[in-house]
């Protein structure tokens, strides 16, 4: 933004002049598209002229898909980047970022929360506006801070939603409902959360590093079980190992939900499965379960699910999620025992499983191996790795198939378009030829007489001169111009005449002969006719003013 | 970054105030019993809270304010010892339980003392429970030598039995209003500093960010 302002300040001179350039010397006025008024006011002519609404609504398209393919190349280039040199960002990107539009899978998932909302925001129209505003210049101000550290980040969005707390509080219209005002805070932390994902979510190379980490850490610790962790899980009722799947898959899914409450929800969704493993551990008798029983249990599910990006998913909650939900309520609660789960998974060892050193040992380095079911476990995990690589090539896949589509299109549209541009330019080449190009014009009228009347080319060089015709005469040959069959007159003349208005007749060979002998006598008379005939039929399509231009010039020319 | 989270839940709400308590305490010391016994006697047994008893919420009056306490169990076991930071972060006040029976577990609440006041300084309210009283007969932690120890780190004793339903009821409203009386005082010290300097500042800084900027934007954009 203050890039695009600043380049506005340094303007030359030669830029401020009119557009048109050679031969202008006014100065051109932006009001004006950078023409001068005079420019302008032909411009504008010319436009209304050659512009058929077809054009109009082809150049849109044109100038549409190339913001589109501007976009593609752009989040392409972004993306090799970022696998560079990860946090670095050039500053003219980041204003590109912001003046860009958001993805149509964003935006869609934007509208989705717009409706899911609405009934809310629809009732006090004015606070609707203002948090419309609120959300907007929060996103423009974390545009700017991309490149600073999470920290800033984190805490910026912390004193966003704080503000926007006040603004419920301070609201002067209405009292809000404490529901109402809880919504509006989860639609405004949701909405803008969902609009920075992509540019919020596993930005530093620190974190990718730790979710590879984790990652691989959990894998090695593949062989860990339900005993080891002291948990109570009966492998034999199937009702149970369904809910460890479900934990498991709900766990799963947090990575591919955007806004941090929706991630929470994962969560939550997971622990409650995992309740109801704890519930139907002693066919439902047991009593309610407690942190005692709930964590192992927890853990165990991390470990069997190993979610990609789990690090990042983490601490993206952490930095974004509103802080009071957090700190307090159910998601929160959950979220700190993930946390938890994933510390101890971190930490690890002999005595925490409470097992000696060796026996560790020898399952870490896959010596010792785990019983059927945890074999399953760990299949199952293996295909649900294998579905996310299978989901990223289909992505992969689908984005090609696009960038391909797109290019024939382009390519199509681009042929279109030049088609179009051909039949502009005939179209115009016509309209100037008659509006002031005298040189075409002259050019045409010389090929419009030669293609007429043949003979005329045969005709000597002749100068023109004003001739004085006898009236009597010229009455004469020109009714005999009009009934143009008397071919048995065979006066030199009307001979001549004839030839003007139609082609030779072939029978008549010797006629030609005799026409041919003839044509060079009555000179003075037949360039006169001549002259005639040619304003006669010539006259009616040519604006007055260059009617008499053309004469002036055929004049000079010959 | 911390005092920035502290603030929306004890200035955000000035109706009502929201408190996150801890439950500290070894394995099997009955912290979770404490907590059902608690919730149950205002709510029937079909409630959600029976399913469940590690984490729960409970709205209480003290003094015609409305206060919404989260309780959060924690996993008591030694292994999970390391990750109590994480569990007592931000919360207003702990409750620390241990087995009259057991001195071990006894020993095990001085270590989470201890801890806590290193990572939270004085910012916490505790108390600290015995509980079982009902096994009276068999205890073995003297009941001087724990309300001494109480004593000498600021916390307040209560006994108690999840089973007889006794001193339930008033440890957490004891709690509850050492907690209201801290947050009373921050509350006042916030208005002082914010008289000097500190939090008006901010503040304006906020508004800096958020108005003017788009404003000007749009005079440059149209002149």
């Given at each position: 933004m203050m890039s695009f302002k600043k380049g506005h300040f340094r303007i030359g001179e030669a830029e401020l002049k009119c557009k048109k350039g050679n031969g202008c010397d006014?100065?051109?006025?932006?009001?004006?598209?950078?023409?001068?008024?005079?420019?302008?006011?032909?411009?504008?002519?010319?436009?209304?002229?050659?512009?058929?609404?077809?054009?109009?609504?082809?150049?849109?398209?044109?100038?549409?898909?190339?913001?589109?393919?501007i976009g593609l190349t752009e989040k392409k280039s972004k993306l090799s980047y970022l696998k560079m040199f990860?946090?670095?960002?050039?500053?003219?990107?980041?204003s590109e970022k912001t003046k860009k539009d958001y993805d149509p899978l964003?935006?869609?998932?934007?509208?989705?929360v717009d409706s899911e909302y609405s009934l809310i925001l629809s009732e006090p129209k004015s606070l609707r506006v203002d948090l419309k505003k609120q959300i907007r210049n929060f996103c423009q101000m974390m545009m700017s801070h991309l490149q600073?550290?999470?920290?800033?980040?984190s805490e910026l969005t912390q004193h966003f939603y704080q503000n926007v707390l006040d603004m419920l509080n301070n609201y002067s219209h209405e009292e809000l409902s404490h529901e109402t005002k809880e919504q509006i805070l989860d639609y405004t932390e949701k909405y803008s959360m969902i609009k920075l994902y992509k540019f919020l979510f596993c930005m530093t190379l620190a974190d990718e590093d730790e979710d590879l980490g984790i990652q691989k850490r959990i894998r090695q610790l593949n062989w860990v079980n339900a005993k080891h962790l002291d948990c109570d899980i009966d492998k034999t009722n199937a009702q149970i190992i369904e809910l460890v799947y479900k934990a498991i898959l709900e766990l799963l899914d947090m990575d591919s939900a955007t806004a941090p409450q929706d991630k929470l929800a994962c969560v939550?969704?997971?622990?409650?499965?995992?309740?109801?493993?704890?519930?139907?551990?002693n066919n439902g008798v047991k009593g309610p379960a407690s942190a005692d029983d709930f964590l192992p249990v927890l853990i165990f599910v991390v470990l069997k699910a190993?979610?990609?990006?789990?690090?990042?998913?983490?601490?993206?909650?952490?930095?974004f999620c509103n802080a009071s939900r957090l700190m307090s309520g159910e998601a929160g609660y959950y979220f700190t025992n993930l946390c938890c789960a994933v510390s101890f998974i971190e930490n690890i060892n002999a005595e925490l499983l409470s097992m000696n050193t060796e026996e560790f040992e020898q399952y870490m380095s896959g010596t010792l191996v785990s019983d059927t079911w945890d074999s399953a476990l760990i299949i199952c995990e293996g295909m649900h790795q294998m579905c996310e690589q299978l989901a990223l090539l289909a992505d992969l896949k689908r984005r090609n198939i696009m960038?391909?589509?797109?290019?024939?299109?382009?390519?199509?549209?681009?042929?279109?378009?030049?088609?179009?541009l051909m039949g502009q330019f005939a179209v115009l080449k016509e309209v100037y030829t008659i509006v002031d190009d005298n040189d075409q014009i002259e050019k045409k009228m010389s090929v419009s007489i030669d293609d007429f009347d043949p003979l005329c080319s045969n005709l000597p060089q002749w100068t023109m001169t004003p001739q004085v015709v006898q009236p009597t005469e010229r009455t004469r040959t020109n009714s005999s111009c009009t009934d143009g069959d008397s071919w048995d007159i065979h006066s030199a003349e009307t001979v001549s005449l004839h030839s003007l208005d139609s082609n030779m007749v072939p029978e008549n060979n010797t006629n030609v002969e005799r026409i041919l002998e003839n044509t060079i006598n009555p000179q003075p008379h037949l360039n006169e006719i001549q002259e005639i005939s040619i304003q006669g039929w010539q006259i009616p399509s040519i604006p007055c003013e260059t009617g008499g231009k053309i004469i002036t010039n055929t004049e000079n020319n010959i | 970054m911390d005092d920035s989270i502290e603030d929306p839940t004890t200035a955000g709400r000035t109706t009502s105030q929201s408190f996150k308590v801890v439950l500290l305490g070894e394995g099997c010391v009955g912290k979770t019993s404490l907590v059902l016994r608690y919730t149950e006697d205002k709510f029937n047994d079909k409630h959600v809270s029976?399913?469940?008893?590690?984490?729960?919420?409970?709205?209480?009056n003290i003094n015609r304010r409305r206060v919404n306490l989260a309780i959060w169990d924690t996993a008591g076991q030694e292994r999970f010892h390391a990750l109590g930071p994480i569990y007592y972060r931000m919360s207003n006040g702990a409750i620390l339980v241990y087995d009259i029976t057991d001195e071990d577990s006894f020993q095990k609440v001085k270590n989470w003392i201890k801890e806590l006041k290193k990572m939270l300084g004085s910012e916490i309210c505790l108390v600290i429970a015995g509980n079982k009283i009902d096994l009276d007969k068999d205890r073995t932690v003297s009941v001087e030598d724990a309300e001494n120890y109480a004593r000498s780190v600021g916390a307040v004793h209560f006994h108690t039995s999840a089973k007889l339903n006794s001193g339930i009821e008033e440890i957490f409203l004891g709690l509850c209003r050492m907690m209201i009386e801290k947050a009373d005082k921050q509350e006042a010290d916030n208005l002082v500093t914010l008289n000097r300097s500190g939090s008006t500042r901010r503040t304006i800084i906020v508004d800096d960010e958020d108005v003017p900027p788009s404003q000007s934007s749009r005079w440059c954009c149209s002149s």
């Open positions: 006014y100065y051109g006025n932006p009001q004006w598209d950078g023409f001068c008024s005079k420019c302008y006011k032909d411009v504008q002519k010319q436009r209304r002229i050659n512009m058929s609404p077809k054009k109009v609504q082809m150049n849109k398209i044109s100038s549409k898909q190339d913001s589109k393919k990860n946090t670095i960002k050039s500053k003219d990107e980041i964003i935006t869609k998932q934007l509208d989705q600073s550290p999470v920290d800033i980040q939550v969704r997971c622990c409650r499965h995992i309740f109801g493993v704890l519930q139907g551990g190993n979610p990609v990006r789990l690090k990042s998913n983490l601490h993206y909650v952490t930095r960038i391909v589509e797109d290019a024939l299109k382009f390519k199509k549209e681009m042929s279109s378009f030049r088609e179009n | 029976t399913l469940q008893a590690s984490f729960v919420k409970k709205k209480l």
